[in-house]
């Protein structure tokens, strides 16, 4: 009798083990009760797709208002040359997301992303075509929405407070795959542990990840591109393998 009732008791600790272990199943997966694993296994993997296809119901729905609310923005209209034109693209869809400086005049006339000589640059460097480019895989996020005007013969910097007005609000609604950040004002604002821009793109660009930094592929950065040959001939190749392995996966 007392060997019987010590079986049971082991039969019991045995079931136990079983029920708590198997609660956690997926992180922890003992070797028995197979059948219960695979039930609790699939159940959470539902409960997964569950939580993943509401927060994208959730997205879908909001985006729209908050582009919406973006394209109203007048922040910083005074400091502006031109009415606020603020200029992005973002969809749920986006696998790729590109967060570069601030449109230029052409795309502020356009009312389009990257719609001139930079952008032709930045899609060769990609090795996308434009109808790539503006599909919604891609999202373009600028450090500042609006053209910001000229400076010194130049574009002039992204007014410093349209970036932490807006991006995290529209970040939260993405799911990137893969961020480029281009140019040192993105660099400077997203990886500030790289002490300069040649560090952040040589460091990022080492090995496939899910962020790049390239330089802005304004002609004014060709003398940084013929000091840094090693851009051209090793860096990019890592960043179209990447952007075309996303873009495969879509
Ligand atoms: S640059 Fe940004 S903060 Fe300024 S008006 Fe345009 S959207 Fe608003």
Redesign the pocket.
């Known amino acids: 009798m007392v060997y019987f009732n010590s079986v049971v008791k082991r039969a019991d600790k045995l079931i136990d083990y079983c029920l708590g272990h198997t609660r956690f199943a997926g992180i922890y997966t003992p070797l028995f009760c197979p059948g219960r694993n695979q039930y609790t296994v699939n159940q959470q993997q539902r409960q997964d797709s569950m939580m993943r296809s509401n927060d994208s119901n959730t997205a879908h729905r909001q985006l729209p208002n908050l582009l919406a609310e973006?394209r109203a923005?007048?922040?910083?209209?005074d400091t502006?040359p031109h009415p606020?034109r603020?200029i992005l693209q973002a969809d749920c869809a986006a696998r790729i997301l590109i967060i570069g400086q601030a449109p230029g005049i052409k795309a502020h006339d356009s009312a389009l992303p990257w719609n001139d000589a930079s952008g032709d640059k930045l899609r060769r460097w990609l090795g996308v075509t434009r109808e790539q480019f503006y599909s919604p895989q891609f999202a373009h996020l600028p450090m500042?929405?609006?053209f910001p005007g000229y400076k010194n013969g130049a574009d002039a910097p992204p007014?410093k407070?349209?970036a932490p007005?807006?991006h995290a609000r529209v970040m939260t609604l993405l799911k990137p795959a893969l961020t480029l950040h281009i140019g040192r004002y993105s660099q400077q604002y997203y990886l500030p542990e790289y002490a300069t821009l040649t560090d952040a793109v040589r460091a990022t660009t080492a090995h496939g990840g899910e962020r790049f930094v390239l330089p802005h592929p304004s002609g004014r950065n060709n003398r940084w591109q013929s000091r840094n040959p090693w851009f051209e001939s090793h860096a990019l190749t890592q960043i179209q393998q990447r952007v075309q392995e996303v873009l495969a996966t879509t």
Request: hydrophobic share 45%; glycine share 0%; net charge positive.
């Open positions: 973006v923005c007048r922040l910083c209209a502006l606020p603020p500042a929405f609006c007014p407070i349209c007005s807006w």
